[in-house]
Antibody
Framework: QVQLRESGPGVVKPSETLSLTCGVS????????WSWIRQPAGKGLEWIGR???????NYNPSLKSRVTMSVDTSKNHFSLKLNSVTAADTAVYYC???????????????????WGQGTLVTVSS | DIVMTQSPLSLPVTPGEPASISCRSSQSLLHTNGYNYLDWYLQKPGQSPQLLIY???NRASGVPDRFSGSGSGTDFTLKISRVEVEDVGIYYCLQALRSPYTFGQGTKLEIK
């Protein structure tokens, strides 16, 4: 079955760029949507955005001006960049497969499964 | 954005007893295709969230049948018929109808 694993620096300085990669194993990254979700310590979950294997993206407007997602099908991974970070961006970052529900009328996003184990990113000088 | 509101936020339960969590959305999650775009996730201590229920009432693969999801429109419920110790954690609902996809605040289930 598909497994996801996040990787990247655990500490990022304020005003710099957070960069994470999600490696996909057990299946191909093509023909699917993939998402990033984050969770500040002791708080709830926030959807950051999603990317299709073709590279098309959809971001949360609250972060849109600072987020860039990309996909590398040759490496079977996708990536997140968040620029101009502050302490408020300190969180566990998860990647997840964004599954679609497809019917005669078309396909639309339905649920996140599976999720990666998450990686803690701390913004600190 | 669609706002998701869960209740209660804390739920102490005796093993073997039933439990119920409510999730309400600020807009209807019922699509014209007949599906409710509402999911339930469980985040066990120290783990990443795992899918329990998708599209309102469909149990994910491997999820015990003591978990069930119901509701339509703006009111949804996750029920556990008989709570087990392994069910401890934080339960989240997610609206998957409209971007940005938004989660409820979470309900922490603990064992009495």
């Amino acid at each position: 079955q598909v497994q996801l694993r996040e990787s990247g620096p655990g500490v990022v300085k304020p005003s710099e760029t957070l960069s994470l990669t999600c490696g996909v194993s057990g299946g191909s990254i093509t023909n699917y949507y993939w998402s990033w979700i984050r969770q500040p310590a002791g708080k709830g979950l926030e959807w950051i955005g999603r990317i299709y294997a073709s590279g098309s993206t959809n971001y949360n407007p609250s972060l849109k001006s600072r987020v860039t997602m990309s996909v590398d099908t040759s490496k079977n991974h996708f990536s997140l960049k968040l620029n101009s970070v502050t302490a408020a961006d300190t969180a566990v970052y998860y990647c997840a497969k964004a599954n679609q529900d497809c019917s005669i009328t078309g396909c639309r996003f339905g649920w996140f499964d599976p999720w990666g184990q998450g990686t803690l990113v701390t913004v600190s000088s | 954005d669609i706002v998701m509101t869960q209740s209660p936020l804390s739920l102490p339960v005796t093993p073997g007893e039933p439990a119920s969590i409510s999730c309400r959305s600020s807009q209807s999650l019922l699509h014209t295709n007949g599906y409710n775009y509402l999911d339930w996730y469980l985040q066990k201590p120290g783990q990443s969230p795992q899918l329990l229920i998708y599209l309102g009432s469909n149990r994910a693969s491997g999820v015990p049948d003591r978990f069930s999801g119901s509701g339509s429109g703006t009111d949804f419920t996750l029920k556990i018929s008989r709570v087990e110790v392994e069910d401890v954690g934080i339960y989240y609902c997610l609206q998957a109808l409209r971007s940005p996809y938004t989660f409820g605040q979470g309900t922490k289930l603990e064992i009495k």
